[in-house]
């Protein structure tokens, strides 16, 4: 029986893997879930899968989940150091869907403890690559990518010498608004940004397809996993969703993932490797999706993108202070203070600002040096978003 627990787990990819385990019970012992404030979803599925430990980051939220489980056996816990002993908790394999910078500590916990690391969260990787790929190898650990395009990228590489790759390209729906003229962008609200049109996800990530954000990241986190060099990463608009990645090799052929845009089948693939099970997703009808239609971006409409390729040529910490100016900007735009292209301004004028502070340049990244840049991020972001509003 594989001992699994689930970071993240009352969010999409949470409950897409719950959905997987489910399916098997018999295989599965759940040892950890862990969530936000959603403190209902937590209880419900603790109750179902019978799991070890249930915790909430929400120190407010500790009495009512301890209540809510008081005959069930379920050890109850909360808050941020809570969070990262979850991730320590003896498993085999470990579902790190936590959103955003908060997700690195419990996933290098998950590592040091032998864990196969199952990467929802790409933060991990943009913040601290090296860093979380280091401490797998320090512990005989695994990490697998989670994120549809990584994980294609995973699997396109299966068997092939990783010498013979000659560039690899990133698909992009274009989000909520690749269809919106440039100018109209500057009013986009922040509930017009979080519909997408073909996948089913949480606000902060739907936001961040809309802005191209989410695709920045993933250049970074290829760069990262990988081991790409800038120049070979590539990404291509793809409305239909369904080529996930590509890859290039050296005689000129390309090797496409091609699927159903859902996640269960990158989830379901993490947590059957090395082999390969059958899964509830949909067979894909390529007569019925019809076309399949490729366009390159505009770096004008999605300048993520652009800042994305300084990062993967900075490297050092550039990555987190990338990714925390992200986040805090994307705060500021969903309170409705700043505009929607305003959160590119105020990434940009971030990194322009703090990359030379402090030795942020400097190759070696620790979890603190990482934590310190992140908060450099965020607090620069803050000036900036003040600068901007007056």
């Known amino acids: ?57 929400d120190e407010t939220q500790l009495e009512t989940l301890r209540d809510a489980l008081a005959d069930t056996g379920v050890e109850v816990a909360a808050g941020e150091q809570a969070i990262i002993e979850s991730g320590a908790r003896p498993a085999d394999w470990v579902m790190s869907a936590i959103v955003g910078f908060a997700g ?9 403890q032998g864990a196969t690391l199952a990467l929802a969260n790409k933060e991990s990787l943009v913040a ?3 860093l979380l790929l280091d401490t797998a190898q320090q512990h005989n650990a695994k990490v697998l990518p989670v994120d549809s395009e990584h994980s ?39 509930a017009e940004a979080a ?5 089913d996800m949480g606000q902060r990530i739907t936001i961040d397809s809309a802005s191209m954000f989410n695709k920045a990241l993933e250049m970074i986190e290829a760069r990262e996993f990988f081991n790409f060099t800038p120049d070979q990463i590539e990404v291509l608009v ?51 999706a019809g076309t399949l239609d490729f366009e390159t971006p505009d770096l004008d409409r999605f300048p993520p993108l652009r800042l994305a390729r300084h990062v993967m040529e900075k490297r050092g910490h550039s990555g987190a202070v990338f990714n925390g100016a992200k986040e805090r900007a994307l705060d500021h735009f969903i309170a409705g203070r ?18 030379h502070q402090c030795g942020l340049n400097d190759d070696v990244i620790t ?19 003040q600068e901007l509003i007056g």
């Not at 993240?8 to 409950?15: D, L, P, V, Y």
């Not at 699997?155 to 990783?162: H, K, S, W, Y």
């Not at 519909?195 to 996948?199: D, G, I, Q, R």
């Not at 091609?258 to 090395?274: E, K, S, T, Y």
Request: charged residues 20%.
């Open 1 to 57: 029986m594989k001992r699994v627990s689930v970071l993240g787990a009352t969010g999409s990819i949470g409950q897409n893997t719950l959905d997987l385990i489910r399916r098997d019970r018999d295989a599965y012992q759940v040892v950890a879930l862990t969530a936000g404030q959603n403190i209902e979803q937590l209880v419900r599925d603790a109750r179902e899968f019978h799991a070890e430990l249930a915790v909430t980051a």
């Open 367 to 385: 979890l603190d040096t990482a934590r310190k840049a992140d908060h450099l991020a965020r607090d620069g972001a803050d000036a900036v978003v």
């Open 338 to 355: 700043i505009g929607f292209l305003q959160m590119s301004e105020v990434v940009e004028e971030v990194l322009t600002r703090i990359l």
């Open 238 to 288: 793809h409305p239909q969703s369904l080529v996930h990645a590509l890859v290039g090799f050296c005689d000129g052929g390309l090797m496409a993932h091609v699927g159903p845009h859902d996640m269960r089948h990158a989830i379901g693939f993490a947590l059957n490797w090395p082999e390969r099970r059958p899964l509830p997703v949909d067979m894909l009808d390529l007569a019925k």
């Open 104 to 112: 690195l500590a419990p996933g290098l916990a998950a590592l040091e």
């Open 152 to 190: 294609a990228i995973f699997q396109a590489l299966i068997g092939e010498d990783p010498k013979a790759v000659s560039r690899v390209i990133i698909t992009a729906s274009g989000g909520a608004f690749r269809d919106w003229p440039i100018e109209k962008l500057t009013t986009a609200t922040a």
């Open 195 to 199: 519909t997408h049109p073909n996948w």
């Open 128 to 130: 601290a690559g090296a």
